[in-house]
């Protein structure tokens, strides 16, 4: 079974340019979560979808970034926008619904570098 | 402010040896406890989860949990060079809450 697939794996842009992450998670897995580690810092939370819908969206820094998951499969963020500060590792992860115990499964994530 | 604390290291152990990491967290709510490894470029990987107080063992891991002094740690038996990796400790209010990360500790296990 194929694990959280996310790419691109490293993207470099400039400055107000637009970026757009996707995550693939488990089949089968209707949670999906966002987060993101900049330089120095732990990972931190962005956002979770239950199938197409936001969950919990509290850790989405501005309004610059959008995430989608149309259909509840996928999901994409983007930056729009991108400024320096954007710039670390964005996380996906899924895990299955239900059960008061429950595991997210994390994919290698997408480094982004902006210059 | 919900935090989980992680000394950085490096922690270093000679091959063989016990390697033991160490976590506090602040949100006396939390309920679910993990430990991912993880290696340079590569995603996070769980190896060990928690809810409960006292030892759970796996293999060369055990996992210990003390929620009256809010404290997690995972031990590594006969560490092994493959061992050395950032190990980052997350905890959950339980169900499919988000994860709240330490910075987590790197481990290195010298042959």
């Known amino acids: 079974e194929a694990g959280v697939t996310q790419f691109p794996s490293h993207s470099v842009i400039e400055k107000g340019q637009t970026v757009t992450l996707r995550c693939d998670p488990i089949?089968?897995?209707?949670?999906l979560y966002w987060y993101r580690r900049v330089m120095g810092k732990e990972i931190k939370f962005l956002l979770h979808?239950?199938?197409?819908?936001?969950?919990?969206e509290s850790g989405m820094p501005n309004n610059r970034f959008l995430a989608e998951r149309t259909g509840g499969t996928y999901s994409t963020l983007k930056v729009q926008p991108a400024e320096l500060e954007d710039s670390g590792v964005y996380f996906c992860?899924?895990?299955?619904?239900?059960?008061?115990?429950?595991?997210?499964?994390f994919g290698a994530g997408t480094r982004l570098s902006v210059l | 402010q919900k935090e989980v604390e992680q000394n950085s290291g490096p922690l270093s152990v000679p091959e063989g040896a016990i390697a033991s990491l160490n976590c506090t967290y602040s949100d006396r709510g939390s309920q679910s406890f993990f430990w991912y490894r993880q290696y340079s470029g590569k995603s996070p990987e769980l190896i060990m989860f928690i809810y409960s107080n006292g030892d759970k063992e796996d293999g060369r891991f055990t996992a210990q949990l003390n929620k009256a002094s809010q404290y997690v740690s995972l031990l590594i038996r006969d560490s092994q060079p493959s061992d050395s990796a950032t190990y980052l400790c997350a905890v959950n209010l339980g169900g499919n809450t988000p994860l709240v990360f330490g910075k987590g500790t790197r481990l290195s296990v010298i042959a």
């Open positions: 979808f239950v199938k197409e819908s936001k969950q919990d």
């Open positions: 992860a899924s895990s299955q619904q239900g059960g008061p115990f429950t595991i997210q499964y």
């Open positions: 089949s089968g897995h209707d949670n």
